[in-house]
């Protein structure tokens, strides 16, 4: 079993940034993939970003390619989402999710899931 907890999420205008963390406890952390999804209000969750057990491995969807990056601490079994030049559409519920599989998790088939924390972006 893995327990994520997320935060950093808050209200910030457009342009700014933003960074989350995803705390995780249980075992294994290093072994896992680990994945940001957002999902804003009536609107289907989506895959922001993965990163592997490596650090090299990182994935991102289009429209945050440039802006957001990806990061690991397998030390403090935490994961990141620096966010830069947010936009109003990038307004949603953050979650943190991971996986043993990396098709998985760019597919949102996730084991283990996060609470959420919510960014909000102001025009």
């Known amino acids: 079993q893995v327990q994520l907890v997320e935060s950093g999420g808050g209200l910030v205008q457009a342009g700014g940034s933003l960074r989350l963390s995803c705390a995780a406890s249980g075992r294994a952390f290093s072994s896992y993939v680990m994945g940001w999804f957002r999902q804003a209000p009536g609107k289907q969750r989506e895959f922001v970003a993965a990163i592997g057990w490596s650090i090299q491995s990182t994935s991102y969807t289009d429209s945050v390619k440039g802006r957001f990056a990806i990061s690991r601490d397998n030390a403090k079994a935490t994961v990141f989402l620096q966010m830069n030049g947010l936009k109003p559409e990038d307004t949603a519920v953050y979650y943190c999710?991971?996986?043993?599989?990396?098709?998985?998790?760019?597919?949102?088939?996730?084991?283990?899931w996060g609470q959420g924390t919510q960014v909000t972006v102001s025009s």
């Open positions: 999710a991971a996986s043993a599989d990396y098709y998985k998790v760019l597919h949102g088939q996730c084991d283990y």
